[in-house]
C-alpha cells in the first residue's frame, strides 16, 4: 500500500501562515524583521540560493538586502562589513554565504558572526551549542526535517531514528537536534554512512529513516521495514531515462520505497520546500528576542 | 568464557611514560607545558581532585599553576582570573575544579565559556565540542578520549562496529560519540545514543558491540541486555552495601558477574576508566602545549 505523501510545501505554507501573524505582532511593536545575507564574489549556486531566499522573504514578509562584497576583498574589511552588521539594531539575522574565495579564512568570518544573529548556525560555536542541547539557531536543513516530522503527526519523540550519512550541514547537526530531551525530539538516534557494511541490519531497525548522504536512489526497498517513516534529504541531479534531461531525485528510490513505508517526503517538494522558511522561522525569533 | 578486565590503571602508567618523553622534548626546546586549575574554596572533594592533578603534573613535567581562591570569591574577581590565566603565554591549559561554592554556582557555565577555547583542556567550551564533532582536532572530555584510548590501546576494532552509548549527555555520551562517527581509521563506527527512557532499551544494548553506559545506576546493565561477545565501557560510579560482606564499595552499572560471562571484554569498576581521566587531562595539557608551540 503507498505511503503518506509528507508534502513539504503544504507544510511550508503553514508555517509561512504563523510567521505572518507573528511578523504583524512585531511590526506593531515598531519592528521590521530583516535578513542580511552576505554574498563575495558570484559563485553560482551561492545566487541560485540568494534568490530562493529573496523569493521567501518577500512571500513570508521579511526584510532582505544584500551586502554584495567583490571576490578580492581583504579579511580585514570581510570582518568589519559584519561587525558592521553584527551592530546593527535593523538586522536580526544574519547568512553568510558559502564558500567564500579560496584566500579568506572562512573560520574566521564565520566564528565572526554574532550568535544572537546566526540565523542559518553558521558559527562553529552554534555547532558546538547545538549538540551540547543549549540554546541555538538551529541550520535550516536540519530544522526543517524535525519540522516535517512534527507538522505530519510522526514526531520523533520515543522512537528509534536512523540516519544515514555523518555530514556536517546535515547528519550531525540532526544527531543534535533529535536527542535533546524535549517535545519534537528525546529520539533514540542511530547514525551511519553508505559505506556501513551490513547498512539493511541497521536502516531496517529504524521507525523514522532519514537519508542524507547525497547518494542518487541509494536507499532502496530491501532496505526498509514496513511501515517506516522515511524523510529524503538528498538533492541529487541525474538524466531522466526518458527526456534525457537532469532531474532532481532523492537519496531514496521513491517508487519502491513508498510502497513499504508509512509515510514519505517526495523530491522534489519534501525537505527542499521546507528549507528556506525554517530560515525565515530564526530570523522572525530572532527579532522577538529583541522584543522582550 | 569469562570477559578479559581493561585494566585502566595500567593503560593509565602507559601513557604517563609517552608523556613524560613528550614534556622532556618540550622542554628541550624551551616549553614547560603549564596547567592552571581553578580552585574556589576547601571542599574536600575538589582539594582530593586537584591534589591528584597537581601530582600528575609533577610526575610528567607539567608546570602545575593552581589558582587558589576563598570561598568568598566574588563573580568579578572569579572572572578577572580567568582572564588573567587566558592572557599568561605560561598556561596552555586551564580548568575549573567544579562545583564552584552555592553563590556562584548560576554563573559555572559563563565562567567555563570563558575559558579561552585553546586553553579549554576540560573540553566543554561550545567551540571545541563543535570542531570535534565537525572532525576537526579540539579539546574532547577526559571520559570520551580515555574511553577511546582504552579501546585502541587494548587492540579492538571501532570501524564498521555498532557503539551503543546510554545516555546520551555532554560528559560522556555525546563526547564519545562524537569521537565514534568520524570517519578515520580510529573511529568510523555506527553509532546509536540512547536514554534511560527510550523504550524497550535492552533491543539497542543487544546489538551492541562496543556498549558505553555513564548512569550511575548498579546493575543498570543485566546479563540479558548484552550479546556474547559484547565489550562494556562503564563508566558508571555507584557507592553500595555488599550485600555479603556488609561492607561499603564501589560498583558499576553493570551486574559484572551475569555480564563478564558473555563479555569478551570488561572496564571494572574500580580499575577500569576511573584511573585514565587525570591522565587524560595531562595529555590535553601537553597536547594543548605542541599547539601552541606550532609543533602539531
Not at chain 2, 557555565?109 to 577555547?117: C, E, H, V, Y
Not at chain 2, 574511553?147 to 579492538?156: A, D, N, Q
Not at chain 2, 569521537?179 to 578515520?184: A, L, S, W
Not at chain 2, 555488599?242 to 558499576?252: H, S
Request: proline share 6%; net charge neutral.
Amino acid at each position: 500500500m503507498p505511503a503518506e505523501i509528507i508534502d513539504g510545501r503544504k507544510i511550508a505554507a503553514e508555517i509561512q501562515v504563523e510567521l505572518k501573524q507573528r511578523i504583524q505582532r512585531l511590526q506593531e511593536k515598531g519592528v521590521n524583521p530583516k535578513l542580511m545575507t552576505i554574498l563575495v564574489g558570484e559563485d553560482p549556486a551561492s545566487l541560485s540560493y540568494l534568490r530562493g531566499i529573496a523569493r521567501t522573504c518577500g512571500e513570508v514578509g521579511v526584510l532582505t538586502d544584500t551586502a554584495k562584497l567583490p571576490a578580492n576583498i581583504t579579511q580585514s574589511d570581510l570582518l568589519k562589513k559584519i561587525d558592521e552588521l553584527n551592530k546593527d539594531p535593523k538586522v536580526h539575522g544574519i547568512l553568510l554565504f558559502l564558500p567564500l574565495p579560496k584566500h579568506l579564512n572562512s573560520l574566521e568570518a564565520e566564528s565572526a558572526i554574532s550568535p544572537y544573529k546566526d540565523v542559518d548556525g553558521t558559527n562553529p560555536i552554534s555547532a558546538g551549542k547545538l549538540l551540547l542541547g543549549e540554546e541555538t539557531f538551529f541550520p535550516s536543513t536540519p530544522y526543517g526535517v524535525q519540522e516535517l516530522l512534527v507538522r505530519s503527526g510522526h514526531s520523533p519523540d520515543g522512537k528509534h531514528v536512523v540516519i544515514v550519512g555523518r555530514s556536517n550541514i546535515v547528519g550531525k547537526p540532526l544527531i543534535g537536534i533529535l536527542v535533546q530531551k524535549q517535545k519534537g525530539a528525546n529520539a533514540t538516534v542511530t547514525v551511519c554512512h553508505t559505506g556501513t557494511k551490513n547498512i539493511t541490519a541497521i536502516t531496517q531497525q529504524a521507525d523514522i529513516l532519514i537519508a542524507a548522504m547525497g547518494r542518487a536512489k541509494a536507499i532502496t526497498a530491501d532496505m526498509v521495514r514496513e511501515g517506516t517513516v522515511v524523510i529524503d534529504v538528498g538533492v541529487n541531479f541525474i538524466p531522466d531515462p526518458v527526456t534525457g534531461k537532469n532531474k532532481q531525485v532523492g537519496d531514496v528510490d521513491f517508487e519502491a520505497v513508498k510502497e513499504k513505508a508509512a509515510a514519505i517526503t517526495p523530491v522534489p517538494g519534501g525537505t527542499g520546500a521546507v528549507t528556506s522558511i525554517m530560515l525565515m522561522v530564526n530570523t522572525v525569533r530572532a527579532a522577538e528576542s529583541i522584543v522582550k | 568464557m569469562t570477559a578479559k578486565l581493561l585494566d585502566g590503571r595500567k593503560i593509565s602508567a602507559e601513557i604517563r611514560e609517552e608523556l613524560k618523553g613528550d614534556a622532556k622534548r618540550l622542554k628541550e626546546r624551551g616549553i614547560i607545558p603549564g596547567l592552571a586549575g581553578i580552585l574556589v574554596g576547601e571542599d574536600p572533594g575538589s582539594i582530593t581532585y586537584v591534589g591528584l592533578k597537581s601530582k600528575a603534573c609533577e610526575e610528567i613535567g607539567i608546570k602545575e599553576m593552581m589558582c587558589k581562591l576563598p570561598e568568598t570569591v566574588t563573580e568579578t574577581e572569579l572572572f578577572s582570573n580567568i582572564e588573567r590565566l587566558n592572557k599568561d603565554p605560561q598556561v596552555h591549559g586551564i580548568f575549573i575544579q567544579l562545583p564552584l561554592p552555592k553563590h556562584l554556582s548560576s554563573c559555572e557555565d559563563k565562567a567555563l565559556a570563558a575559558i579561552l577555547p585553546e586553553k579549554d583542556v576540560d573540553g566543554f567550551h561550545a567551540v571545541n565540542v563543535g570542531k570535534t564533532w565537525s572532525g576537526q582536532s579540539a579539546f574532547v572530555p577526559a571520559v570520551a578520549i580515555a574511553m577511546h584510548e582504552m579501546l585502541i590501546r587494548s587492540g579492538y576494532k571501532v570501524k564498521d562496529k555498532e557503539v551503543v552509548i546510554v545516555p546520551a549527555d555532554n560528559l560522556t555520551g555525546k563526547p564519545f560519540a562524537s569521537i565514534m562517527v568520524q570517519d578515520n581509521d580510529r573511529a568510523g563506527a555506527n553509532v546509536t545514543l540512547c536514554h534511560p527512557t527510550t523504550p524497550n532499551l535492552a533491543s539497542y544494548t543487544r546489538r551492541a558491540d562496543i556498549l558505553v553506559v555513564a548512569m550511575n545506576k548498579p546493575k543498570f546493565i543485566t546479563g540479558d541486555m548484552v550479546k556474547e561477545g559484547v565489550i562494556v565501557l562503564d563508566f558508571g560510579s555507584n557507592f553500595i552495601e555488599d550485600p555479603v560482606t556488609k561492607k561499603r564499595k564501589t560498583v558499576g552499572d553493570v551486574d559484572f558477574d551475569a555480564v563478564k560471562e558473555k563479555a569478551e571484554a570488561i572496564s571494572p569498576v574500580p580499575g577500569g576508566v576511573g584511573p585514565m581521566l587525570v591522565t587524560m587531562l595531562m595529555a590535553s595539557t601537553v597536547w594543548s602545549a605542541k599547539q601552541m608551540a606550532g609543533i602539531i
